[in-house]
């Protein structure tokens, strides 16, 4: 079974630009979250998605935002790029939610450079 | 939220096990507690996760005291692939994983 994707690995934006990355969950698997990683907060949690629906969302600004596909793809978008948006973005999957599963299955990541 | 602490750093000898403390003295009676790793370059893993059991599977045991304020990672038999960041996590009641700094397990051979 083909674990999480993450598309792109790699991005280099300028500030006040936006961003788009993409998130591919395992077959089968409902729920996608977010997580921001960088070196000075570490892990922060974003948001999650489930059947096309927010079921959760993490303490960041509404520069950042999110959607999921019917085919449970799912994408997050960052408006108005500022540095402090340089981070490691992870997506993760799940069967049934972070309410229900216990296991979350991480992709690569995409590295977010702003300039 | 429960929070976790965990010691920065620490090594172990290839071959050997390596046993990984964590504090969660504000635990909830119905609060889980996980562990990830974070191998270098690449996206958390997940471990194992428990309530009040001890619990096994064919990467690690996880032992909770009984008034489930700490907890113990035992990777049985570290390799050099074990070498990674450990998250000890509890699960607050809305669902959010919270990840603290980890502890950065060397192993050494």
């Known amino acids: 079974k083909a674990g999480v994707t993450q598309t792109p690995r790699y991005l280099i934006k300028t500030r006040g630009q936006q961003v788009t990355l993409s998130c591919s969950p395992i077959?089968?698997?409902?729920?996608v979250s977010w997580y921001q990683q960088t070196p000075g907060q570490g892990l922060q949690f974003l948001f999650e998605?489930?059947?096309?629906?927010?079921?959760n969302k993490g303490n960041f600004p509404g520069r950042f935002s999110g959607r999921q596909f019917s085919n449970s793809r799912s994408e997050m978008n960052v408006s108005t790029l500022e540095l402090g948006d340089s981070a490691l973005y992870l997506c993760?999957?799940?069967?049934?939610?972070?309410?229900?599963?216990?296991?979350?299955?991480f992709g690569p990541g995409t590295r977010l450079t702003v300039t | 939220d429960a929070k976790t602490t965990q010691p920065p750093s620490m090594d172990c000898a290839e071959g050997r096990a390596a046993n990984l403390p964590c504090n969660h003295s504000?635990?909830?009676?119905?609060?889980?507690v996980y562990w990830y790793r974070q191998i270098h370059s690449q996206g958390p893993q997940y471990i194992i996760h428990?309530?009040?059991n001890n619990e096994t599977n064919e990467m690690a045991s996880l032992i909770i005291t009984e008034d489930r304020k700490s907890s113990t990672l035992i990777l049985p038999h570290a390799t050099l692939r074990d070498t990674a960041v450990y998250y000890c996590?509890?699960?607050?009641?809305?669902?959010?994983?919270?990840f603290g700094a980890g502890t950065t397990v060397t192993v050494r051979a």
């Open positions: 993760a999957s799940s069967l049934r939610g972070q309410a229900v599963t216990y296991e979350q299955y």
């Open positions: 077959s089968g698997h409902r729920s």
């Open positions: 998605y489930f059947s096309e629906t927010q079921r």
């Open positions: 504000t635990i909830s009676g119905n609060e889980y």
């Open positions: 428990g309530l009040k």
């Open positions: 996590i509890v699960r607050s009641n809305d669902y959010k994983l919270s």
